[in-house]
């Protein structure tokens, strides 16, 4: 399994912005569903955001019109970029990738490689 490397967590008000970076290790220059994901503690890991090798972008009905995924094979770096966070964004962060290659999935279990988590925290 690979091991990515996020990075972009951190402490915002509500409202605020934050942006975060996965370093993709090649995977943005390969096929695959590549996905951020959400998990808080007591819950199962969420998908946030998910984008297919022909850039069709998909998102969790809470993230729609704030949050945006891209990726960049230029850089190797699969993006999130997070406008108006609210309180309920708090979580651990997870960049996904080496997913299915004819569709994007919602499940965890479906990506066999994903970094080690950046905190996300938004207060009232």
């Known amino acids: 399994h690979v091991q990515l490397v996020e990075s972009g967590g951190g402490s915002v008000q509500a409202g605020g912005s934050l942006s975060l970076s996965c370093a993709a290790r090649g995977y943005t220059r390969r096929s695959g569903c590549l996905a951020w994901f959400r998990q808080v503690p007591g819950k199962e890991r969420e998908m946030v955001a998910q984008?297919?090798?022909?850039?069709?972008?998909h998102y969790d009905s809470t993230a729609e019109g704030r949050f945006t995924i891209s990726k960049d094979a230029a850089k190797d770096t699969l993006d999130l970029r997070m406008t108006s966070l609210k309180p309920e964004d708090s979580g651990m962060y997870y960049c996904?990738?080496?997913?299915?290659?004819?569709?994007?999935?919602?499940?965890?279990?479906?990506?066999?490689?994903w970094g080690q988590g950046t905190q996300v925290t938004v207060s009232a």
């Open positions: 996904a990738v080496d997913g299915p290659v004819a569709f994007c999935s919602d499940y965890p279990s479906d990506f066999r490689g």
């Open positions: 984008i297919q090798d022909d850039g069709a972008k």
